[in-house]
């Protein structure tokens, strides 16, 4: 929103031109949607601000976003051009009477360094630096400094550079606060509405009813404010030199988050999150414990890997083993099940228990020689690949998900609790984290049963012409073809779609890679293959090697395709 751009790309060569104020109906359409389903949480002042806001001409409110949107705090008017607004003067004034904008009286350092250029600073302090004048800015900016003055003669020397009026939008908290209960996180913000009247995307009708909000009271917003300043409080210590570091304030970070709990889900994931980071910290810090019992408040991976390791620095064998038993008999996620297929032989060995080797990784090989060209190699060995099969797709993980994203849509778009904010979400807010099984489990299971009695065809089928359209971040509709999607469910067995389907639903946010870059379909059902393509010199990602792992043990026709160079 900072700058003055007015075109979105639509992905081919075309682009859509914005309507010239178009960020103030995203604001307006932010704010009455945080209304209609927040408006019995909001406090007497914030309310105010909306009907104060609603009231300001339309100028003012246009000057008003642009501002509260950019980086500032402070700006300088004769700085300011927007075509669409048109003089400043009469919005500037309006935005001061009316309380959104305050005018400096103090300036900064370094925020004369932001709003004046070298010449206009060296024009106006020359005469109090001392000689020889310093040239560049970084120079110019400490010889201010040392003169030690005060920020009200800052602003009174500074102002002298023209009759600017240094302005400050005011209500930004509150702005804050519209944003994240319109998105439902901190992350994001004006600059990536979603414009909903460009044609652009059409977004699944899913319930936005109070009944399902992300904050369901003030003390859940509260709670999550609070992890956010903790939050915030950690990475500005991160930011500072490490000379300049306290070393007693990972510990007391450390006992203060031992002591909280966040009951509400909306904040617990970053605390969970948080006490991680701090946890890892400590570890450095060799401060063994305080690291154990703040990875014992979290729920979220990798806090129960790093436990382990933390265990085996105390050499604490008992619970190293009741916690490696635990993860093997319900893990959390894909690099928690791996991390643990790596410690585990150590650990047992420390442990005096007999460990089992790992055993050797070995899939199914095709090797090609196919002669290099202007096509990728996987263009090149699907056309190679034709001459042997019906059909040849170059899919990677495009056709699983899309697959998988048409069998679950229902499910995925269900009315849980936190998991929509707005109107212009392509999947839950929760869909690549570790609850999102364990929150919809009881609708998972049915559906899994009901599609291990229906022909997956007609059910693949049924769901493509019904949701084809909607926004859905696990179907990519400009890839995946009604065609394509009948040739894979006939071809390829229920039994091991549904072998897919499940370890998908294990873990969203690392099954959604790592499939094979081609399928190659027979003339028969049953009779197909799926090819992971790697060039000279290319290897295998972990990611692949999970899913060959799990096709190998599923009997599920898939292999790794070595190719050479070969002369045409």
Not at 314 to 334: F, H, T, Y
Request: net charge negative; hydrophobic share 40%.
């Amino acid at each position: 929103m900072a700058g003055q751009d007015k075109k979105i790309a639509t992905g081919g060569e075309a682009s859509i031109e914005l309507e010239p104020k178009y960020y103030l109906s995203n604001f307006q359409h932010l704010c009455a949607a945080v209304t209609n389903q927040y408006g019995d949480l909001l406090t007497a002042e914030e309310k105010q601000f909306l009907e104060e806001f609603d009231r300001l001409s339309e100028a003012g409110r246009c000057l008003y976003i642009r501002l509260i949107s950019r980086r500032g705090p402070w700006f300088r008017d004769t700085r300011l051009a927007y075509s669409e607004i048109g003089a400043l003067s009469d919005p500037i004034d309006e935005l001061l009477a009316e309380g959104f904008l305050t005018q400096a009286e103090e300036l900064t350092v370094e925020e004369l360094d932001k709003l004046f250029t070298r010449d206009e600073l060296q024009r106006v302090f020359g005469t109090e630096l001392p000689t020889p004048k310093p040239t560049s800015k970084g120079a110019l900016l400490e010889a201010i400094t040392e003169l030690a003055w005060s920020d009200k003669r800052h602003y009174e020397i500074a102002s002298s550079v023209s009759n600017d009026r240094i302005i400050a939008p005011l209500g930004g908290d509150t702005v804050a606060l519209l944003q994240l209960l319109f998105f439902g996180n901190r992350r994001q913000s004006l600059t990536d509405f979603v414009l909903s009247d460009l044609g652009l995307a059409r977004y699944y009708p899913y319930s936005l009813a109070r009944a399902l909000r992300l904050f369901p009271s003030r003390e859940a917003i509260e709670d999550y404010q609070l992890c956010g300043d903790l939050s915030d409080t950690y990475w500005l210590y991160q930011e500072l030199d490490p000379s300049q570091r306290d070393p007693t304030f990972l510990i007391e970070l450390g006992e203060v988050l031992c002591d909280l709990e966040f009951v509400y889900e909306a904040s617990s994931r970053r605390w969970f999150r948080l006490c991680n980071r701090v946890a890892r910290d400590l570890e450095r810090q060799e401060q063994w414990m305080l690291a154990y019992k703040l990875y014992g408040c979290s729920k979220l991976h990798p806090a129960r890997e790093r436990a382990l390791r933390v265990l085996e620095q105390m050499e604490q064998w008992e619970d190293v083993r009741l916690l490696v038993e635990s993860i093997k008999a319900l893990p959390w996620c894909e690099a928690e099940r791996d991390a643990l297929r790596r410690m585990e032989p150590r650990l047992r060995r420390k442990m005096g228990e007999p460990a089992a080797k790992r055993p050797r990784q070995q899939f199914a090989e095709l090797r090609l020689s196919v002669p290099r060209g202007s096509a990728s190699v996987e263009i090149a060995v699907a056309q190679a690949l034709s001459a042997q099969w019906h059909e040849v797709h170059y899919v990677e993980n495009t056709l699983m998900c899309g697959l998988f994203g048409l069998a679950f849509w229902e499910q995925i778009f269900a009315p849980i609790p936190g998991a929509f904010n707005n109107a212009f979400q392509s999947v839950p807010a929760d869909m690549y984290e570790q609850d999102f099984l364990r929150r919809r489990q009881t609708l998972l299971e049915q559906r899994l049963q009901q599609l291990e009695l229906q022909s997956l065809e007609s059910v693949l089928d049924e769901a493509y012409i019904k949701f084809q359209g909607y926004q859905n971040r696990w179907v990519s509709w400009r890839y995946l073809s009604r065609e394509l999607v009948a040739a894979a469910a006939a071809c390829i067995p229920s039994e091991h779609l549904l072998s897919i389907w499940q370890r998908m639903l294990f873990d969203p946010g690392e099954n959604r890679r790592g499939f094979p870059d081609l399928i190659a379909f027979g003339d028969e059902p049953g009779d197909y293959l799926m090819l992971e393509v790697k060039g000279p010199g290319d290897t295998l990602q972990e990611s692949q090697k999970r899913w060959l792992r799990h096709f190998q043990s599923e009997d599920i026709p898939a292999q790794v395709g070595w190719v050479d160079w070969c002369d045409a």
